[in-house]
């Protein structure tokens, strides 16, 4: 149907002419909004879909073409079209420079995909169909009318495109009567003229494909068949050309034959026919060479037209390799390499694959290979594997000031600050009234080195083969006498323990992993029930470690992290987990745990060696060496009474490894390869 502009819709052209093809710049500022509103407004004056299409690509197509990508049109198919001015698929083609002049403009067909493959490399998506469109007949000769039938179930449709020409595009429920205007119409007749194969699409209002049909219309017997050749497909690089051509109207159904030069037919099929335009793929693949294409009409019988194609399709050359680190690597394979060829403990290699593509290696990292580094060691005590030895014994403490009464020879001035201390005490129903060391001003002196060392308590240094060994023995089983502060030996609990202090230093921080290990063995376990018959007799052997951190609110700094290696039956069943008085000693079970609630005392919690190590626990058989390790990280798993703000506020002050015995027992150890440690 014709419709005339009328005089507004001259004056609005004029404007568009004067104000904003001579001004670009005015109609990008234009919102999307008032764009949509000029276009509707010429839409109402019956502008043709050439003018609209032109008006909205100059208000809208330059504005936002620095903005839009591939994917801001990943919503728009093959086969949609615009349903008002200036849609997504005008859009699409002012994007990818098609004229808004150009035949089809605002429908997405082949020249549109061919646009976007050519410029985003994608295949087009096609909307999913139904069975909503039959056709009937589905072929003959031109012209051929064809019925269309819409199915009942489909209440959506909205436009019917009979394919030939994208400007016959039927908008349904406009109309009366039995025809496509009709909103009640199940069948809609369309006339084809033109030989060719069409596609008919049925679409809903939103541009969506609900049914398709296809039409095959052929040459009427009175139609001059014609037919020609582009010749820029007659030129190829390819052994399986696609050569193209045009055709009239009324073209018959083609033939088209390929001879060698020796004049052998190596081709021949019917081409596909759609809009006026014809083409076929050669196959099989063609040697390079010299060509004569014939394009026969009416099923063979004239030469519409010839043409001569040149193959030219030599063999590409093979793949290049590619060579890194002196290995080869083919076309087509990749490799790992690495950033660094080592990175320090703790961190990890940063690699990337890097592929050959014909002589070129994707990538930039250089290594062939990367290496984590070992982790440093970094010892805290001055006696490794009881190294450079100072020790001595302490036979008093008096007044804040250590009385030390025999230092090993080999000890230095420098060493004496800090030697390996050994020590005695003895606690008497739960501390030392009545003894003559009661009270904290004198501590420590439950021996008298003279008269006891090297008779109920024992302890050397000694080498074997490559080792430092250290021994030490307390026997409570073959000596009754009373010790030098009036309690006598098998009385209470006495511990004989070698002590550490060389670790007190600042880099001792637990918030790094501190470990302590060392290997032990029992040379003598003895136990004599008859000394003392009806009372209990037991020992353990223990290691511990001395905490430092201010508490909050508290005076006291002191907490105890003691690891219990081995103990004999009963002996620690006076623990004081089970004291309700002491809230926070129940969060695991403890060998023992105590504390004081007024804070002035120190903190201490027993553990067993299989809880902290997350082993099983240790097997001493007499004279077979057991390795202990105790990572100090677990003593921040605690439930402390006051655990410190931060971790590396609170520091390692002493190791020590002890035997501890309760009425008649004898015991003896040896220890090597002692180590106290961090690693970074």
């Not at 009567?177 to 033109?194: F, I, L, Q, R, V």
């Amino acid at each position: 149907m014709t419709k005339h502009i009328g005089a507004g819709v001259l004056a609005l052209g004029l404007l568009f002419s004067v104000g904003f093809v001579a001004a670009p710049a005015q109609a990008a500022s234009l919102t999307s909004t008032q764009i949509s509103a000029i276009l509707s407004l010429l839409s109402s004056f019956g502008a043709d879909r050439g003018t609209i299409n032109s008006v909205s690509a100059a208000l809208g197509g330059s504005a936002t073409s620095g903005t839009l990508s591939c994917s801001s049109f990943s919503n728009v198919h093959y086969g949609n079209f615009d349903t008002s001015p200036g849609g997504p698929v005008s859009q699409l083609q002012t994007w990818l420079g098609i004229s808004a002049t150009s035949f089809g403009y605002g429908t997405y067909g082949p020249k549109t995909q061919a646009a976007w493959n050519a410029k985003c490399g994608t295949q087009p998506t096609f909307p999913s169909t139904s069975n909503a469109l039959s056709a009937t007949p589905t072929s003959g000769s031109a012209p051929l009318t064809v019925e269309f039938h819409i199915s009942q179930s489909v209440t959506s449709a909205n436009q019917i495109d009979f394919g030939d020409d994208k400007t016959n595009i039927e908008m349904l429920g406009n109309g009366s009567g039995n025809s496509c205007g009709d909103p009640n119409a199940s069948e809609c007749s369309h006339t084809y003229s033109t030989p060719g194969t069409y596609t008919a699409h049925v679409y809903d209002v939103n541009a969506n494909v609900l049914g398709t049909a296809a039409v095959t219309v052929t040459g009427s017997n009175s139609a001059q068949s014609s037919a020609t050749i582009d010749q820029s497909s007659l030129t190829t690089g390819s052994a399986s050309p696609t050569i193209t051509g045009s055709t009239t109207a009324g073209a018959a159904t083609f033939v088209v034959s390929i001879k060698n030069s020796s004049g052998a037919t190596v081709y021949s099929s019917a081409p596909s026919i759609n809009n006026g335009r014809w083409s076929v793929t050669i196959s099989p693949a063609l040697a390079s060479g010299t060509y004569q294409v014939i394009v026969y009409g009416g099923g063979g019988g004239n030469i519409l037209t010839t043409g001569n194609l040149t193959v030219n399709s030599a063999q590409p050359s093979a793949p290049i390799s590619c060579t890194f680190n002196g290995q080869t690597i083919t076309s087509g394979n990749s490799i790992s390499a690495y950033q660094a060829a080592s990175v320090p403990s703790g961190q990890q290699c940063v690699s990337q694959q890097r592929t050959c593509t014909n002589g070129s290696l994707s990538g930039s990292y250089t290594n062939a290979s990367c290496v984590v580094a070992a982790p440093t060691t970094v010892s805290i005590t001055s006696y490794p594997n009881f190294n450079n030895l100072c020790y001595a014994f302490v036979t008093g403490y008096a007044n804040g000031t250590n009385v030390i009464g025999q230092y090993a020879p080999t000890c230095t001035d420098q060493a004496k600050s800090a030697p390996l201390l050994y020590s005695v005490t003895q606690e008497v129903n739960g501390g030392h009234a009545g003894a003559a060391n009661a009270g904290r001003s004198i501590y420590m002196s439950d021996y008298d080195y003279a008269s006891d060392f090297g008779q109920w308590i024992k302890a050397n240094f000694y080498p074997s083969g490559n080792d430092m060994i250290q021994g030490m023995a307390l026997d409570t089983a073959n000596y009754s006498k009373t010790n030098v502060t009036g309690w006598p030996l098998q009385k209470g609990t006495m511990f004989f323990g070698l002590n550490d202090i060389s670790v007190a230093h600042a880099s001792a921080s637990l918030d790094k992993n501190i470990v302590v290990e060392f290997d032990m063995r029992v040379r003598g376990d003895d136990i004599n029930n008859t000394m003392n018959p009806g009372t209990y007799s037991g020992h353990r052997i223990t290691v511990g470690m001395l905490l430092n951190w201010p508490e909050q609110s508290r005076s006291n700094t002191s907490h105890y992290f003691e690891v219990d290696l081995a103990q004999t039956p009963g002996y620690l069943a006076n623990a004081y987990s089970s004291d309700p008085s002491l809230p926070a000693c129940h969060d695991q079970t403890y060998d023992r745990c105590w504390y004081d609630p007024n804070g002035v005392w120190s903190e201490v919690r027993y553990m067993p060696y299989a809880t902290v190590s997350g082993s099983s626990p240790l097997n001493f058989v007499t004279d077979q060496w057991v390795h202990v390790r105790i990572p100090l990280s677990y003593a921040k798993t605690l439930g402390w009474v006051s655990a410190p703000n931060s971790w590396s506020g609170a520091t390692l002050q002493g190791v020590y490894i002890g035997l501890e015995s309760t009425g008649a027992t004898r015991y003896w150890t040896e220890v090597k390869n002692y180590q106290v440690y961090y690693t970074q």
